[in-house]
């Protein structure tokens, strides 16, 4: 279950031509389980319909404070009070002028003003009016009053400039949602998450590599993002997109990862290895492409450096925690990988399932800890394992 089910979550829908997109957010908040409860106003209505709006969100559009009917169904107040997030999106300079200046003259400032619930803004309007110095002060006033943004994209804005002004992508919207609503266990901690695999060249072409599609480690890093640490994630070559809200270093092989987690480790409270390393590497990988002809079809290995042992020789304070990937004898294994790396916990999964591991979208794990204690978590999607993991982590590795 994600952070957003059961949710009450007011959005607020202001005019301007990326209030089409409102559409897709509800959406996506629907499908999270959020009840959605859309503020339509006066000028949002001349871009997009209410009734759009009502359709997806299953739910009456709120449009004008002063309607009766609305009002006695629905109340502002009630709709502020009731509220778990308000969010706006498009966010035009005038709402914000408003917020900023205690205006409440329409549904929607009357519910931000009236509400306890945390706000989300997600500005869109013209370049120039983005830069203004007025709206500049006034996101600046609104930052220190505690109200949360998504920074809108930079692109051809529909007026025909180029610059910072165009509705934040939907699924950068939805995860500033799910970060502002998450529980903040990981607050002010430092975190390094390696996902995916490496790739050792064999010549500019072929490469020896492992299986993994970077999922398990990707959640383990947008997890520890949503419970408040800063997080690094050190990703080997994977299709998945960088995760907004944190830090992404891209890398290849075995060595540029090994580079990056110790260069990122040094002032990390927790390393956590969810990478599947490749364990060998061609010694002397070709310059050139390798011809068939005349091939011997001989590959010298050389072993690639272990990148948790290496971190393990030389811990300082930091919490190591490695993964492990195994086909039999799980904990036995793991166990043995976890005291030979000299790790504070190891998670490991069984590989020879196929809905489970490598390139499901679920997992089902054992974590093992050095005093002996063990925790299963049950089989749900890798979020889920995530969330289960840094909570035993959390409540293990960083309350002593
Ligand atoms: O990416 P997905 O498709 O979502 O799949 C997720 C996963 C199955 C890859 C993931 O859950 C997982 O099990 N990751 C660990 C894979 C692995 O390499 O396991 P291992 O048992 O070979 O290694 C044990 C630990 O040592 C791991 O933390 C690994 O990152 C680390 N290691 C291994 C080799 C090496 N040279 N350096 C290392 O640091």
Redesign the pocket.
């Known amino acids: 279950m994600g952070v957003l089910s059961g949710k009450e979550v007011v959005l607020g829908v202001t005019g301007g031509i990326a209030a089409y997109k409102a559409c897709e957010i509800v959406r996506e908040l629907r499908k999270e389980s959020a009840n959605v409860r859309v503020i339509l106003t006066a000028s949002g209505a001349q871009f997009i319909t209410p009734l759009s709006l009502q359709t997806l969100s299953k739910n009456p559009v709120v449009m004008d404070l002063f309607n009766l009917i609305s009002e006695s169904e629905i109340g502002h107040i009630s709709l502020a009070q009731r509220a778990n997030l308000v969010m706006i999106a498009p966010a035009t300079a005038n709402i914000i002028g408003k917020i900023r200046s205690g205006i409440a003259d329409d549904m929607l400032s009357t519910v931000v003003m009236a509400t306890n619930a945390p706000v989300l803004l997600a500005p869109a309007m013209n370049a120039q009016m983005y830069a203004s110095a007025a709206v500049r002060e006034n996101l600046s006033v609104l930052r220190e009053r505690g109200f949360h943004f998504v920074e809108p994209d930079e692109g051809e804005l529909a007026c025909g400039t180029v610059g910072p002004g165009r509705l934040a992508d939907g699924g950068k919207i939805m995860e500033m949602a799910r970060i502002v609503l998450s529980e903040k266990p990981l607050a002010g901690r430092k975190v390094v998450v390696?996902?995916?695999p490496t790739a050792e060249h064999l010549d500019p072409v072929r490469f020896l590599s492992?299986?993994?599609?970077?999922?398990?480690?990707f959640a383990m890093a947008r997890t520890a993002c949503r419970f408040g640490a800063s997080v690094t994630l050190v990703s080997g070559p994977t299709s998945l997109p960088d995760p907004p809200f944190l830090r992404t270093v891209r890398v290849r092989t075995?060595e540029e990862m090994f580079t990056a987690v110790t260069r990122a480790a040094e002032d990390a409270d927790a390393v956590v290895?969810?990478?599947?390393?490749?364990?060998f590497r061609a010694k002397g990988a070709a310059p050139r492409k390798i011809k068939k002809e005349g091939f011997d079809y001989r590959v010298e290995l050389a072993p690639?450096?272990?990148?948790?042992?290496s971190l393990g020789k030389n811990k300082g304070s930091r919490a190591l925690v490695?993964?492990?990937?195994?086909t039999d004898d799980l904990a036995r294994n793991a166990v043995e990988?976890m005291r030979r790396?000299n790790l504070d916990a190891i998670?490991a999964?069984d590989?020879s399932r196929t809905d489970i591991?490598?390139?499901?979208d679920n997992?089902e794990v054992r974590i093992f800890f050095p005093d002996g204690e063990v925790r299963d978590l049950p089989l749900c999607t890798?979020d889920g394992i995530a969330v289960g993991v840094w909570l035993a982590l959390d409540g293990k590795l960083f309350r002593r």
């Open positions: 390696s996902a995916g492992n299986r993994a599609s970077g999922k398990m480690g075995a290895m969810c990478a599947a390393v490749a364990d690639t450096v272990d990148i948790l042992e490695g993964f492990a990937a195994e990988k790396k998670v999964n590989v591991g490598f390139e499901s997992n890798k």
